[in-house]
Nanobody, 119 residues
């Protein structure tokens, strides 16, 4: 069955860094665009970053440009999100998602990993 398993979340101080990973199985990973979304308490889930199936193109939400980097390894069926210069506003549950096209809906979701930015 399809599985997306996120890891790497935790508590980090403002200005710190964290790397999230998502391991995929049960579908042809290399043919799917992948995204990271996040949802803070009381807020809607929002897109953070998207990467095309080949990794040749990336897109970021305005609030994370220059601080976050999305990458993927199609040989290992993983997608990662390197987060730097973290702010308290980055606190949220982070989800990875798989979609057939970058502009299409998310077809598969992971269970999420909590990121808390606090001193």
């Amino acid at each position: 069955q399809v599985q997306l398993v996120e890891s790497g979340g935790g508590l980090v101080q403002p200005g710190g860094s964290l790397r999230l990973s998502c391991a995929a199985s049960g579908f042809t990973f290399s043919t799917y665009a992948m995204s990271w979304y996040r949802q803070a308490p009381g807020k809607e889930r929002e897109m953070v970053a998207t990467i095309t199936s080949t990794g040749g193109s990336r897109n970021y939400a305005d609030g994370v440009k220059g601080r976050f980097t999305i990458s993927r390894d199609n040989a290992k069926n993983t997608v990662s999100l390197q987060m730097g210069s973290l702010k308290p506003d980055d606190t949220a549950v982070y989800y990875c998602g798989a979609q057939r096209a970058t502009a299409g809906p998310i077809r598969y979701w992971g269970q999420g990993t909590q990121v808390t930015v606090s001193s």
